[in-house]
Structures are given as C-alpha cells and as structure tokens.
C-alpha cells in the first residue's frame, strides 16, 4: 500500500493558485507536455512512505492521531514554486512557525521510519504542493525552469489547517489515469492549541 500524509488547502486557497497558474498553462496540442494536478487531487505532502505492508496504514493512523493532538495547528501560505528532478511541477509552503512545521513533519516522517516505510529522496523532504507533471512524451518540450521563474513571485492567501490526513495512492486507477487518493484518516488538530 502506497501512502502519505497531506493537508489539504480549503478551496478558496486553491482557487487562488489556479488563477495564478492560468497563464503558465498555455494552450495544450497534442498529448499535454504537463499532467496539471486536478484540483481535488492538491495537497501538502508532510510525509511521503511510499509503499508500506497493507497492516502499517493502522498504526500510522494512531501514531499520527498522537502527533496531530500534541501539535500547533500551523498557518500556512503557498508560495513560489519549484522543481524535482526537472519532472515535478510544485508551490512551495511557508508556515508562521517555520520550526512548528518542521517539527511537524520530522514527527510524521518518524512515524514512517517506525513501520520500514522507504524514505524519500532528501531534496523532496519539504512540504510542498504538487501543481504538475512531465508528461512521459514530452521531455524535451518542458521549460519547467521558465515557469518556475514565473511563479516565483506567487504568495496565495494564509489559512489555518484544519486536519491532516493519511491517504493511500493507487497509481493510474484515477481519473485519466492518474492517482486514485483515498483518505485512510482524517485527524484534526486539537482547538486552541
């Protein structure tokens, strides 16, 4: 089983980032050079595990209920964008308490470590947005470092996140073949906290 720990922007942040990426899109023929993220697909990857035994998911989920309890719910802003690996398109975060945010996800990714989960390549261990991906045909044509340069000046609205949530990813049972996510669990921070 595939997983990873997300928080999901409300709509109104995501709405904003799709205004702002309309121009960076550019009209598409033939096959796409970029895969664009659906929206309904957008998150903020804390923690990526990769493929774990089907029985870890469970003691994720009540490892990762404990940390969302113990923690600050963050404020966050997307920002900027980069690249992985000239093949992923994604908008940076920044938190309020960049230090409550990474404490965060060094506490999530431990869970990780907990169950054997894989870990990801280290310039990937950021929280980060994924906006869009290389198609498999289109390498060459992708000038990622033009639209990274474009968007890098991008700051969308601050918001307060609600929750975090373990989701498992199916790859290609989703919607033109690309991911199906489902939510596994959904742990909200405590209030007040």
Known sequence: MRLFVAV?????????????????????????ALRW??????HITLA??????????????AGLADVVA???????QLVGAGAFSGRTLWAGVRAADPAGLVDLMAAVDALGDAVG?????????????????????????VDLAGIVHALSVYAGPEWTAGRVE??????????GGGPLHDVLAALPFAPGR
């Not at 990526?48 to 989920?61: S, T």
Request: proline share 14%; charged share 25%.
């Open 166 to 175: 373990l989701v498992a990813s199916q790859l290609g049972k989703g919607r």
């Open 48 to 61: 990526f595990y990769g493929e774990v035994p089907d029985g870890a998911a469970e003691d994720l989920a």
């Open 117 to 141: 989960a894989p870990h990801e390549p280290r310039d990937r261990r950021r929280a980060h947005l994924t906006l869009a991906r290389v198609g498999t045909r289109s390498r060459r044509g």
């Open 8 to 32: 999901r922007p409300p709509e109104r942040v995501l709405a904003h980032l799709a205004a702002a990426t309309e121009a960076v899109r550019g009209p598409q023929a033939g096959p796409p």
């Open 70 to 76: 113990a923690a600050p719910a963050p404020t966050l």
């Open 37 to 42: 993220t659906p929206p309904e697909q957008q």
